[in-house]
């Protein structure tokens, strides 16, 4: 079975605060693909970035960072000196190679950034 | 600009009525997705499908149909028999390519209401 548990539901920090959103999956699949997405107030998906299952290092872009752990089935996102522009919706998701057209999604943590 | 166009981006419904929500992209993707979105839950998909002409269920489908009739086009029906219509609807497109990891490239959404 596949699944994604996105465990925080909302998250509130204050500005220059970081932040790690945390994801945890579930797969039989020895490949597959892991993804982060950002839904800001407009409601389209933009994509951040995508790691396969292979590749264990971790990844910086700019004040976003991800650290993915083959052996706690984790894929967490760090946002460093978070700014209120961050303010959005962010969705893990999941997608292995024999299904490889179904994607699956956590249920989504909320961030506010306050100033 | 390449990209996924909804249309349109508030649509309501009312009771006993089928309505047709428009998902259309000029990324020369094969495959093509419908997700709902409920307020705090994940994307769940509706149908998806990998070549025109041809399309599959996702795990909600029941009261809602597809068509495929043009590689640019898929279109989602939200017939009377789905019973609780109201969400926010996502069209998604990509490569289709199992040995790539590919990403998911998502319209900018509809909401559909019920009168």
């Known amino acids: 079975a596949q699944k994604v548990t996105q465990a925080q539901t909302e998250i509130s920090v204050v500005e220059k605060e970081d932040v790690t959103l945390d994801c945890v999956y579930e797969?039989?699949?020895?490949?597959?693909?892991l993804f982060w997405y950002k839904q800001p107030p407009s409601g389209e998906l933009v994509f951040l970035i995508r790691?396969?299952?292979?590749?264990?290092q971790n990844e910086i872009s700019g004040r976003y960072s991800w650290n993915f752990q083959k052996s706690t089935s984790s894929f967490n996102f760090t946002i460093t000196a978070s700014q209120v522009v961050d303010s959005a919706v962010y969705f893990c998701?999941?997608?292995?190679?024999?299904?490889?057209?179904?994607?699956?999604f956590g249920s989504g943590t909320k961030l506010n950034v306050k100033p | 600009d390449g990209g996924i166009t909804q249309s349109p981006k508030y649509l309501f419904r009312k009771e006993g009525q089928n309505v047709t929500l428009s998902c259309e992209q000029n990324?020369?993707?094969?495959?093509m997705y419908w997700y709902r979105q409920d307020p705090g839950q994940g994307l769940r998909l509706i149908y998806y499908s990998q070549i025109v002409n041809d399309f599959q269920k996702g795990d909600i489908a029941e009261g809602y149909s597809v068509s495929r009739e043009k590689k640019e086009s898929f279109p989602l029906t939200v017939t009377s028999a789905q019973k609780n219509p109201t969400a926010f609807y996502l069209c998604?497109?990509?490569?289709?390519?199992?040995?790539?990891?590919?990403?998911?490239?998502f319209g900018s959404g509809t909401q559909l209401s019920v009168l």
């Open positions: 790691r396969n299952s292979f590749d264990e």
């Open positions: 998701a999941l997608r292995g190679v024999y299904n490889f057209n179904k994607f699956y």
């Open positions: 998604a497109s990509s490569s289709a390519d199992r040995e790539t990891n590919e990403k998911l490239f």
């Open positions: 990324l020369n993707h094969d495959a």
């Open positions: 797969t039989r699949d020895t490949t597959y693909y």
